[in-house]
């Protein structure tokens, strides 16, 4: 690799190593990033001597494209969940044996009520169809820090996970005294949300009739904040894949692939789609996406008519690779995952278009790299 | 100005004001909030529904230009509690996260395998241009058009 930088994005730094390659017309220009020992080391002209339109000169197009695909790779360490000491969560059943989870984070499409249902499930063997989550109303959750800094799941999920254990507990204190035997010998059956004396299944009693008990002493409900030991550290890497036009200085970005360590993965789905989106956002950074000013200081870019906001055709799908290395900071294992994409994307594909052009001796382009921006670099470098 | 607008096979004769968009019809009028509205110029697709059967963006719709017409909301999609494939696809393969821009993506993606019952990826990509999300990277609002088209 002939190039090294550094990224900081808020408290993230991003090492991106980026080489890729660039086309156009029929002036074929490879890339020379991939240090001296990889051939060819500067571009390669297809000279086709024939009518433009003809078959010589698809085919020759079509070879070129292909020939030009190099990778843009980042790697990156980022720092997740170092908001706040821990988070609120309480534990309530109901009459009817179901869970109620108030939780203090604030979910707007991460999917926190699928996955505190998994968690609470977990712990308590209540179908997950029949825990709720409730959040965002401070009368009915009044301690709660919220979702940021992906946190959610390490600390939130974590109080959770935590409550509903303590809950569980409580539980067996309660099914001890209506057994009338010690509470060392009661055991939860997860598979059927019951409680028996160890060794006596056919005398349960299930959470509902727990919460029955328990009703005119307040209920069967646990609530805490749970501390978290400090901040967790993701890392991984990003490749990107671009082409760019050099007679236009339009960029593809083809391919891309993700491989981010987030600790334990609870739900593989949520965790892709959180990477996805993280993906976009990071690669529409360096591709198109801008906050503009006028010279007098007016925000000329304030609605999305003139903000370029990526869209499904400028993207690719994206390749996610899993890794797991659990944290000890929390129960579950978990790292953050929500800002990951975004982390690993931008340098990626930044640092593809930029190697993309090197060859023509550009060694730096402001993001984001729009066609005027590329075709400007290529023009003044040459 | 006295409309005739089928709803969601429901028929309603308004009296609107000839400004009245016709996102504000089904919304402010009918009450179907199911449609929201992202930017008001035309940009992002949240407020995609179909008029006489093709996909429109109804904040640059008059009402009055649906008078006579058919429009179907995302309200009208489920049928006797059963949802139509294409919610079902969004809803199997994760394609919505905050869920602001899926009405209008679901109405859109409707619209567009209406047109072309069997696209590629790219295809799907370049269909779903006008329709913006910032939660999915559209990665998997691509995997259920696709595999709502799949199932057909």
Partial sequence: MTQEKTYNRREVGALAMGAALATGGLGLATSSAQAQSNWPSKAIRFVVPFAPGGTSEIVARSVAAELTKQLGVSVYVEITGGVGNGESAKVEIQDNGHALIYTGTSPHGQGHATSWAMLANEQTGIPIENIELVWGDTDLVPIGTGTMGSRSLQQGGNAVFAVAAELVNKAKSVAARLLEASEEDIVLDKDSGSFHVAGTPAVAKTWADLALAEKQSGGLVHSDVINVSGATFPFGAHVAVVEVDVETGKVTHIAHTACDDAGKVLNPMLLEGQIHGGVAQGAAQALLEEVSYDPDGNPITSNLADYAFISAAELPSVTVVHMETPTPVNLIGAKGIGESGTIGATPAVQSAVVDAVSQFGVKHIDMPTTAEKVWAAIQSAR | MKVTITVNGTTHESDVEPRTLLVQYVRESLGLTGTNIGCDTSSCG???????????????????????????????????????????????????????????????????LNENPSPTEEQVRIGLEGNLCRCTGYHNIVKSVLACANNK
């Fill in chain 2, 46 to 112: 949240a407020c995609s529904l179909h008029l006489n059967g093709e996909s429109v963006k109804s904040c640059t719709v008059l009402a009055v230009q649906a008078d006579g017409g058919s429009v179907t909301t995302i309200e009208g999609l489920a049928k006797d509690g059963v949802m139509h494939p294409m919610q079902q696809a969004f809803m199997e393969n994760h394609g919505l996260q905050c869920g602001y821009c899926t009405p209008g993506m679901v109405m859109a993606a409707i619209g567009l």
